[in-house]
């Protein structure tokens, strides 16, 4: 058994059209999973239906074996599925980072010294230490976006959802938050990076693709290097490093297809010394 399982699952806002149609997969507990689609293919839909902010109009949604339709572990679910959305200053709710963080495990009455506790270790988790008494609005974006995982890693979440997290960040935003995606997922906390960039989605182990509310793709990132012509049919960006790799195949360099600059650039040399 997953632990999320995603059952033929359709969801719809406004009962003319599917804004997800019958779309079924698991997540295992530990994987790091991205989630590839362009604007309006179902991506924010998917992550609020799987931490149960959405209940599915049809199919069913399990989360460590229990329906999320079932309002008894809506809390349960609240607490197992963290989630981090596009924009930082939409997440943060108080004015210190250490009540930022602190608020949703305080919501759920634990222990002031059990708090501060999860406080100082998720802010370590993060690369925040000692920032606790640090004002919430003097933080740059990427700092925001980090105090919003810590309050999600607060909670003691099993699986971190990130819904296009990185889409307002810098680069060295979105590279410091891709690290702790790798260390969080070394810690065994499952990671789902929902994202528009084919280049972010290909660090994942399994790639996932959404279309218009279906599921066109399950696979790994080496398979879906095989299928990026489809990705640019469905209206995604195909990193500049894999262009080039193709075209350079096409004039007789049978190059392995790669996703970074840095990768093209050794692989070329390695060609080009054998
Ligand atoms: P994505 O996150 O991939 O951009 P969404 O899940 O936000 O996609 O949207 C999927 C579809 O559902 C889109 O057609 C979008 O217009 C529609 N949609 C999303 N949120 C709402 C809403 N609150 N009310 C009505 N339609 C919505
Ligand atoms: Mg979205």
């Known amino acids: 058994m997953a632990f999320i399982e995603i059952d033929n699952v359709s969801y719809s806002?406004?009962?003319?059209?599917?804004?997800l149609g019958g779309v079924s997969f698991g997540i295992d507990a530990g994987e790091f999973v991205s989630v590839l689609g362009s604007n309006g293919s179902g991506k924010s839909t998917l992550a609020k239906l799987m931490n149960g902010l959405l209940?599915?109009?049809s199919g069913e949604v399990r989360v460590n074996g229990r329906p999320t339709s079932d309002a008894k572990s809506l809390a349960d679910t609240r607490c197992l599925v963290g989630m981090v959305f596009q924009n930082p200053d939409d997440q943060i709710v108080a004015s210190t980072v250490e009540d930022d963080v602190a608020f949703g495990p305080e919501n759920l009455g634990i222990d002031p010294?059990?708090?501060r506790e999860r406080v100082a270790r998720s802010l370590a988790q993060v690369g925040l230490e000692g920032l606790e008494g640090s004002s919430t609005h003097a933080l740059s974006g990427g700092q925001k976006q980090r105090v919003a995982i810590a309050g999600a890693l607060a909670m003691q979440p099993q699986v971190l959802i990130l819904d296009e997290a990185e889409s307002m960040l810098d680069p060295r935003g979105r590279r410091d938050l891709m690290r702790i995606c790798e260390e969080l997922h070394g810690r065994g906390i499952a990671i789902v990076l929902i994202t528009h960039?084919?280049?972010m989605a290909m660090l994942a182990d399994r790639i996932l693709v959404l279309d218009q509310g279906a599921l066109v793709f399950d696979g790994t990132p080496q398979h879906a290097l095989t299928r990026i012509g489809d990705f640019d049919l469905l209206g995604l960006d195909v990193p500049f490093a894999l262009r080039l790799s193709r075209k350079l195949e096409e004039r007789g360099m049978p190059l392995e297809p790669q996703v970074g600059i840095d990768?093209?650039?050794?692989?070329?040399?390695?060609?080009?010394?054998?």
């Open 13 to 19: 806002y406004d009962d003319e059209r599917n804004a």
């Open 263 to 274: 990768a093209l650039a050794d692989e070329i040399m390695r060609y080009s010394k054998s």
């Open 197 to 199: 960039s084919t280049e």
């Open 55 to 57: 209940v599915p109009r």
């Open 113 to 115: 010294a059990e708090i």
